[in-house]
């Protein structure tokens, strides 16, 4: 009798958000950035995605592989999330060569259950968590003898950020110069420990879906961009050594100062290129405004504001600072700018510790 048995496993991953921010492909089809990018781990208790995968030979083959994504059904065609796919299932064909009474999973179609607990395709990272989840899912239901640097791997073709949500803490992704983009994957800088005080606030302007998404937009400043070229070339090779140096010495104003100054740079390129593009709006600005204030009130840089490919801000501070940077943030923006307000209604955790990962 044929085996009708379903076979599950269950993983979550966290978001990641970037430092030194990861923006252009030199080879859109391996998902190959143009630069490293440096980012920090938050914890999975707040921002995560859960992804269930399943396989079974009484799935009908018909149908195919299917991802069903915050209850609705997600396209699982596009060649990014095909590689994820291809690259898993060899592996567990290789693993089933080798020892053949281990049952066929190779073979039978896979379903995906995946659910993210925070705003989706928002510039909050959720195809980072997504697909970082989407990859451990997959590999623990194929019992796969995987590090997370093999993960990270195969993360990166589902998309980029993804790597770095394999590792907990402080995580850099190294671009690579392997032409085959096997060694474009992901390292951890520093574990959380390391810094135990760091903080993050993540401060929904929208949870409306981006009107460009990531893969489009940076393919448009690749493209379009004078200011893009300088900044490869010489504003992120810097950022991520001040980066690396800053985190290794727990200084958190040269941390803070090199979050800021690439946030900018990421945003400027993106007003950069033709016909431009605005990922921030009203509300990011004046939390922009909001943290200049409390650094200055404070007489030092007690906060760090980034934004990635969205309006919603996350802002790195200390433990020890948490009074006047929280408490002045909600001062000025919960009482000002509905769009904070309406952040905290929604239920999103405002205060985020890291994780181990
Ligand atoms: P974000 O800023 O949220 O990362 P992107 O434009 O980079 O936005 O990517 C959003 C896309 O990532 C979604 O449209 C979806 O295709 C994919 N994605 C998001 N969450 C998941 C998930 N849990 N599993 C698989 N894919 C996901
Ligand atoms: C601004 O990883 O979402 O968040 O590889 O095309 O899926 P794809 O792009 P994605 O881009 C993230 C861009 C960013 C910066 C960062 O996370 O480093
Ligand atoms: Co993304």
Redesign the pocket.
């Known amino acids: 009798m044929a085996d009708k048995k379903v076979y599950r496993a269950s993983t979550t991953a966290p978001v990641n958000i970037a430092v030194v921010k990861y923006w252009g492909k030199r080879d859109p089809k391996l998902n190959l950035p143009t630069n490293s990018s440096l980012s920090v781990t938050l914890s999975q208790s707040d921002l995560r995605?859960l992804?269930t995968a399943s396989c079974s030979a009484s799935y009908p083959t018909s149908e195919g592989d299917s991802?069903l994504?915050?209850g609705e059904a997600?396209?699982v065609s596009?060649a990014r999330?095909q590689a994820c796919f291809r690259e898993l299932r060899a592996r567990r064909q290789a693993v089933e060569a080798a020892n053949p009474s281990l049952p066929k999973l190779s073979t039978m179609p896979l379903r995906?259950v995946?659910?993210?607990n925070f705003?989706?395709?928002?510039?909050?990272?959720?195809?980072?968590?997504?697909?970082a989840?989407?990859v451990r899912a997959i590999a623990n239901l194929y019992e796969l003898p995987a590090s997370p640097s093999e993960l990270s791997l195969i993360a990166r073709q589902?998309?980029g950020?993804a790597c770095r949500s394999l590792f907990g803490g402080y995580v850099a992704w190294r671009m690579g110069d392997a032409a085959d983009g096997s060694d474009s994957m992901a390292d951890q800088v520093a574990e959380a420990a390391h810094w135990p005080e760091m903080r993050a606030l993540v401060l929904v302007a929208s949870a409306a879906?981006?009107g460009v998404?990531?893969?489009?937009?940076m393919q448009q400043t690749v493209a379009t961009s004078g200011l893009f070229q300088q900044r490869i070339a010489q504003v992120v090779p810097q950022n991520m050594a001040t980066m690396e140096k800053a985190i290794q010495e727990r200084d958190f104003a040269s941390f803070a100062e090199v979050t800021m100054r690439d946030s900018n740079s990421f945003h400027a390129t993106c007003a950069d290129t033709y016909p431009p593009i605005f990922y921030m709006n009203d509300v990011s600005r004046a939390a922009i405004r909001a943290v200049e204030q409390i650094n200055a009130a404070a007489g030092r840089t007690v906060a760090a504001y980034t934004f990635?490919?969205?309006p919603n801000a996350v802002i790195y501070y200390l433990e020890k600072d948490t009074e006047p940077v929280v408490g002045t943030l909600y001062h000025v923006l919960g009482g000002e700018v509905g769009g904070w307000k309406e952040a905290v209604v929604k239920g999103l955790k405002p205060s985020i510790s890291l994780d181990e990962g």
């Open positions: 995605t992804t991802l994504l915050n997600s396209d596009g999330t995906l995946s659910e993210n705003p989706t395709a928002a510039g909050l990272a959720s195809s980072a968590a997504g697909f989840a989407l589902g998309s950020s879906k981006k998404s990531s893969t489009s937009g990635d490919a969205g």
